[in-house]
Structure formats: C-alpha cells, structure tokens
C-alpha cells in the first residue's frame, strides 16, 4: 500500500487540508508531518519531516507545499536521496515521475488552483520511473 507524508508552511496549509481530505477518500494512507494551523510555520521544518520519513521507508511519496514551492522544495533536496520536483501542472508531475523518479511532489499553495493540484497529485502517484536513459541521469543528481 501506498503510504504518503505531506507537509506544508502556513502558506500551503489550506491547500494542504484539501489534498489530505482528497487522498483519504482514494483510500491511500496519509501522514501529516505539519504545519497544523494558518499560524506562521517556517518551510524547512515540514520539508525535513517529509524527506526523513521517505528516507526511513515510513512512507513511499511524500507532497510538499508553501507559497510559491521554492523554500520547501530547496530545502527537500538536500537531503540524499530526496529528488524533490515543483510541478504547477499535471505534465511536469508526470514527467517528474517518468524521468526523474521524483519521490517528493512540490506544489505552489499561492499560484495553483485546487483541481490543477488535485491532477498533479493523481498523475504523480499513478506514473512510473521509466528508467532506461533516465536511470543513468537519476544516478548523478547526488552529490
């Protein structure tokens, strides 16, 4: 079963609730790893959560959000081994998980609508790492 952590500043915290109330009712299991209000919440702290608990197999994928994506996705990515992707469409969250094997999917809160997130959600936990060429390239983005 597909287990998922997702988490957010204050910025993406509204859009956060809706993806945990949309993922819920497909049945898929959902961790939140904060923040838990409106309330000022600083990006890193829920971007650390989400990639600790990829890393330590808590969870499959994890979801990420904040104002424009930016903060939370940089800070994501430095952990090895997160491949962390900001997609504002459903076809950069496709291609994020068919050729980079993307296990974190970033939105940003502030310029994407509910249903365009809702896509990006479904495509990025449906596609495949497609590996061949791509396999290789994925190899080199740790330092």
């Not at 209000?37 to 890193?44: F, G, L, W």
């Not at 990420?64 to 990515?77: K, R, V, W």
């Not at 609508?113 to 983005?141: M, P, T």
Request: hydrophobic fraction near 45%; glycine fraction near 6%.
């Amino acid at each position: 079963m597909i287990k998922i952590a997702i988490g957010s500043d204050h910025a993406g915290f509204e859009l956060k609730s809706d993806l945990i109330s949309y993922i819920g009712e497909q049945n898929l299991t959902v961790i939140d790893k904060g923040c838990f209000s409106i309330a000022r919440a600083d990006y890193p702290d829920a971007a650390h959560a989400v990639a600790t608990a990829i890393l330590t197999n808590e969870v499959t994928f994890g979801i990420l959000l904040c104002g424009s994506g930016n903060g939370i996705n940089m800070s994501a990515n430095k952990h090895k081994g997160i491949r962390a992707a900001l997609c504002w469409n459903s076809e950069i969250a496709a291609l994020a998980r068919q050729h980079n094997d993307a296990n974190i999917l970033t939105l940003p809160a502030r310029y994407i609508s509910l249903e365009e997130a809702k896509k990006c959600v479904d495509v990025f936990l449906s596609e495949a790492f497609e590996r061949g060429r791509h396999a290789d390239r994925v190899k080199k983005i740790d330092c």
